[in-house]
T-cell receptor
Framework: DAGVIQSPRHEVTEMGQEVTLRCKPI?????LFWYRQTMMRGLELLIY????????DSGMPEDRFSAKMPNASFSTLKIQPSEPRDSAVYFC???FGTGIIGYTFGSGTRLTVV | DQQVKQNSPSLSVQEGRISILNCDYTNSMFDYFLWYKKYPAEGPTFLISISSIKDKNEDGRFTVFLNKSAKHLSLHIVPSQPGDSAVYFCAAMITGTYKYIFGTGTRLKVLA
């Protein structure tokens, strides 16, 4: 299995632009998570899905952020409009079942908003 | 409010010595804990876990200790190797919620 695949690896965009981050989870995994890593807050959970349905989006910072999972093999995290404070590394992770053995993370997308 | 805290942003240890990474949590409902290791430009990878019904779990050079009364867990690496140099995150979950809350990470540097 190729693991969790995220694209792009790096994204540089201007303030006010729309940014879309993409994730392909491991086949057969029924949970998908979006995390954001910053120096100050570490890994913050933004939203997670179970069987393509959003379960908990309490970590989404504000209405500028949205996430979708149209099918079991694809998810997007969109920021519109982007702001410099959104600059961070965004990770997608997937798991099967309860996650007792942890999640499998993708390599992340480093977002820079200038 | 940070429910899972790693108060040491960085740690340096000589090769062959013990590395001890600490993690504190505030929510007494957490009952499952993980440690993840993260190399630069890669995603975090699972290292070791512990359930709240235990106070210790070992896997090779890695041992995790849990002190529920103090709401504290620690990761011991013995002996430390240069390849262990990475950022280590602890994470906690309330079983059934399916989501882990992560700490801010500790950067470990093992000196050859």
């Amino acid at each position: 299995d190729a693991g969790v695949i995220q694209s792009p690896r790096h994204e540089v965009t201007e303030m006010g632009q729309e940014v879309t981050l993409r994730c392909k989870p491991i086949s057969g995994h029924d949970y998908l998570f979006w995390y954001r890593q910053t120096m100050m807050r570490g890994l913050e959970l933004l939203i997670y899905f179970n069987n393509n349905v959003p379960i908990d989006d309490s970590g989404m910072p504000e209405d500028r952020f949205s996430a979708k999972m149209p099918n079991a093999s694809f998810s997007t995290l969109k920021i519109q409009p982007s702001e410099p404070r959104d600059s961070a590394v965004y990770f997608c992770a997937s798991s099967f079942g309860t996650g007792i053995i942890g999640y499998t993370f993708g390599s992340g997308t480093r977002l820079t908003v200038v | 409010d940070q429910q899972v805290k790693q108060n040491s942003p960085s740690l340096s240890v000589q090769e062959g010595r013990i590395s001890i990474l600490n993690c504190d949590y505030t929510n007494s409902m957490f009952d499952y804990f993980l440690w993840y290791k993260k190399y630069p430009a890669e995603g975090p990878t699972f290292l070791i876990s512990i359930s709240s019904i235990k106070d210790k779990n070992e896997d090779g050079r890695f041992t995790v200790f849990l002190n529920k009364s103090a709401k504290h867990l620690s990761l011991h690496i013995v002996p430390s190797q240069p390849g262990d140099s990475a950022v280590y995150f602890c994470a906690a979950m309330i079983t059934g919620t399916y989501k882990y809350i992560f700490g801010t990470g500790t950067r470990l540097k093992v000196l050859a």
